[in-house]
């Protein structure tokens, strides 16, 4: 009997040492406190125009995303994040400002386009008090080094402001530029305190592998018209926004959606070379890595294609994860979030406590509660005017309700996430009063970005209807 429940015990012991091991061995699993992280490095990843829902994370059937799947195992996943604008200028620098784009003030491409003068849009022309991550962090001791695609992320719209080296690439370049810059620019400056963005056009429509399309996702053989490539698809997207909802059958459908997948599937593994590297340079051990993407993109969901247009989730529904030396938490978390809260929650790991200009100038809120299990219900406000062509606003509400308000046009859009996440089914005649509140609170935010009542007038007198890109 004493030798049974001797051998019992030393099972049980056994049993717990392979407990510990293993959670030794997947890092700690702790409560997240403000300041955990101070001194840590960062590392900003954006993979441009990733729709949410093709990622295996976030349910996608086919394996695209293995290694993005990996660090959303091993940190937090916030499951419902919405992004503040559907297109790369406005929707990257609510990243970095925690500013909805009408505050920021980069909107469009240009702020001034006549016959006669055509002006890129400039934060610091713009928003000239407007303060940047990048800069905050170089005030706190950071080196800091941006690697980019260029186009929208261009340092012509102010994105280098605080970076020490910013790298643009070819213009819609890939991370296969962006990746190797940012390594050796890690290998001269990994003994200091660092903050990189490192970012690509890898899976954007204007982007084609550098060695072609293997089609290994087109399955079955495709019969139809299209040849895929940037050019068609910029020829389709310019069709959608000059006539309006365009023809493609579903087979085209499913074989535009093969070529995106394969692109996803191919950054990904450009992103897994870059983690082998930094693991190699022993960096992984004390860096946040914050990855995400700044807006999605539209395969024929409303009958377009591409992004910028619209405020259907396709497009603003974005992947975000938070991974976190030393820390590993396994979360998936459900609360809506938003862009603009990215900002405050990494200041608050890195324990910088932001001057009062900062913490009057960010619109966003740590999410530090929702990574300790507490529930948080944030409202999400989104913006597009996207080259003139469109203007749209919309309030998505923590419970799944979501207004869609067209300035130019009057058109209302109303929509139950819950029961029709492909917004789908117009409620706007159906549920008169739900419109009616949801249209007083988008509006009464509105005039919070400091227009007058006559917010839609103010806007329209802007509208100019250019062809140019």
């Not at 051990?285 to 910028?308: A, P, R, W």
Request: glycine share 8%.
């Amino acid at each position: 009997m004493i030798k049974l429940k001797n051998v019992f015990l030393l099972s049980i012991f056994l049993s717990l040492s392979i407990c510990i091991s293993l959670l030794w061995a997947a890092g700690e699993n702790k409560e997240v406190k403000p300041g955990d992280y101070a001194g840590c490095n960062v590392i900003f990843i954006s993979f441009d125009a990733l729709q949410a829902s093709h990622t295996g994370c976030l349910g996608y059937f086919r394996k695209t995303t293995p290694t993005i799947d990996r660090f959303a195992r091993e940190g937090f996943l916030f499951k419902h994040a919405i992004s503040q604008a559907s297109w790369t200028v406005p929707a990257t620098m609510s990243y970095f400002t925690s500013l909805y784009p009408s505050q920021h003030k980069l909107i469009n491409k240009y702020s001034t386009y006549t016959n006669e003068e055509k002006t890129l849009s400039n934060l610091k022309k713009l928003s000239p008090g407007v303060i940047t991550l990048a800069e905050i962090l170089k005030e706190n001791g950071y080196v800091t080094g941006g690697f980019t695609g260029d186009a929208g992320v261009g340092a012509a719209f102010g994105f280098g402001q605080g970076f020490d080296a910013y790298f643009e690439g070819p213009k819609f370049g890939g991370m296969d530029k962006s990746i190797p810059a940012a390594l050796e620019w890690l290998k001269k400056n990994s003994q200091n305190k660092f903050f990189v963005f490192l970012h690509g056009y890898d899976v954007h429509g204007q982007y084609d592998p550098p060695g072609g399309y293997t089609r290994e996702f087109v399955d079955p053989p495709y019969s139809g018209r299209l040849k895929g490539g940037k050019e068609e698809e910029a020829a389709i997207r310019e069709e959608g926004l000059e006539k309006g909802p365009v023809s493609l059958t579903e087979e085209d459908v499913r074989f535009w959606r093969a070529l995106y997948d394969e692109k996803i599937k191919d950054v990904d593994a450009r992103f897994a070379g870059f983690v082998n590297e930094l693991e190699h340079m022993g960096l992984l051990k004390n860096t946040i890595i914050v990855l995400f993407s700044d807006h999605g993109t539209e395969f024929y969901e409303h009958k377009h294609f591409d992004h910028g247009f619209s405020l259907y989730d396709e497009l603003i529904h974005v992947p975000l994860i938070f991974w976190l030396p030393y820390t590993k938490a396994g979360l998936a978390i459900e609360d809506q979030v938003r862009a603009i809260d990215v900002m405050p929650t990494l200041l608050d790991l890195l324990g910088i406590k932001a001057s009062d200009k900062v913490n009057k100038q960010m619109q966003g809120t740590s999410l530090l509660p929702c990574m300790t299990g507490r529930r948080m219900e944030l409202t999400a406000f989104s913006e597009t005017d996207y080259r003139f062509y469109s203007y749209k606003r919309a309030i998505q509400t923590p419970e799944g309700l979501k207004f869609i308000y067209s300035l130019d046009t009057g058109i209302k859009e109303l929509y139950n996430l819950n029961n029709d996440p492909h917004e789908l089914n117009n409620l706007i005649d159906k549920d008169k009063r739900t419109a009616y509140e949801l249209e007083q609170k988008l509006f009464v935010w509105l005039t919070s970005m400091g227009y007058g009542e006559d917010y839609p007038r103010q806007i329209l007198k802007q509208v100019l209807k250019i062809k140019e890109y």
